[in-house]
């Protein structure tokens, strides 16, 4: 498939956020949109669309309940994360990520955060503060995921609906290179994640520095 080449003015920053789409890009015509498959989770939708070109395609995607989903660097100490390991079906193996989960009819996503924590991890956290929205694999699915940063944690543990107890483990923010050399730490939403939160904190802590100089 080819493509134009984006203009200059495509990366001109100073023209404002209102701007990251360049003029020539046009949304496509929905011309129709069906169900082809549904189950108890998920949805597969045909869309056929026509481009402002005048080239027609049908696109499939996967959609789901639009409730939001949260995934949570929380923080025990300054220097250390907790992630976890449970069974994922789609590797049909165990996997190290960060806590994660839907949001629930009438939370907000601060609430979902906290309770997630509580559910997964058997903590809470009296401070969480949105980080970043992330999307997994836009082309074929709408799911956006808000990453929350949590810290000054403290012991709090609800029921969730997980089918096994998770092992929650403490690893060092800093060493992310060595968890990317593990085979099972690869869940591309919690590498981005923890790249986020690592280098915010990094920077909150040359401001503070900067400040008692």
Known sequence: ????????????????????RSSYQQKPQ????????????????SLDLRFSNGEERQFERLTGADRGAVMMVA??????????????AGFEDYVLTLPKG???PG?????????????????????????????LAPNYMRHRMQVLLATDLYPKRLPGDE????????????????LLLRE???EARAIAALYIARDRLREEKRNSATDLL
Not at 30 to 45: D, P, T
Request: aromatic share 4%; charged share 25%.
């Open 1 to 20: 498939m080819s493509t134009f080449p984006p203009t200059r003015d495509t990366f001109n920053h100073s023209e404002g956020a209102s701007t990251k």
């Open 30 to 45: 929905i011309l129709a949109r069906k169900s082809v498959a549904q189950s108890r989770l998920f949805q597969i939708e």
């Open 75 to 88: 923080m025990p100490d300054p220097d250390h994360v907790l992630l976890i390991r449970e069974y994922a």
């Open 102 to 104: 839907l949001v629930d």
């Open 107 to 135: 939370e907000d996503i601060i609430t979902a955060a906290n309770r997630e924590l509580m559910e997964e991890c058997g903590v809470g956290a009296h401070r969480i503060e949105p980080l970043v929205e992330l999307s």
């Open 163 to 178: 089918p096994e107890p998770l092992i929650v483990e403490t690893h060092a923010i800093e060493e992310l290179p060595a």
């Open 184 to 186: 099972d730490f690869h």
